[in-house]
């Protein structure tokens, strides 16, 4: 059972930054590859960015290419989401997801999520 706990979300001016931050405990973090996700209010939860379990591999949406950098630290069982030039836009609940590398299985771990307020 993987435990995942977000933190580093707060309320920024557009144009600022964040650092999300997504630990993880209760299993081998780099048996998994990780995501991160958002929802806005009356939304649907929508992707983000994912990287693989080695780091090696990593992707992100096109709403947010160029200004998030998804990346992780096997040693500190850690993911990071750094997010520059935020928008108003990126407002949202933001959640960090973990897959197991040996399946091709959905999302199915989940932290409780962390705030992101952009404000313009």
């Known amino acids: 059972q993987v435990q995942l706990v977000e933190s580093g979300g707060g309320l920024v001016q557009a144009g600022g930054s964040l650092r999300l931050s997504c630990a993880a405990s209760?299993?081998?973090?780099?048996?998994?590859?990780m995501g991160w996700f958002r929802q806005a209010p009356g939304k649907e939860r929508d992707f983000v960015a994912d990287?693989?379990?080695?780091?090696?591999?990593?992707r992100s949406a096109e709403a947010v290419k160029g200004r998030f950098t998804i990346s992780r630290d096997n040693a500190k069982n850690t993911v990071y989401l750094q997010m520059n030039s935020l928008k108003p836009e990126d407002t949202a609940v933001y959640y960090c997801g973990a897959r197991s590398r040996f399946s091709t299985t959905a999302y199915n771990y989940w932290g409780q999520g962390t705030q992101v307020t952009v404000s313009s």
């Open positions: 209760g299993g081998t973090f780099s048996n998994y590859n």
């Open positions: 990287i693989s379990w080695s780091g090696v591999s990593a």
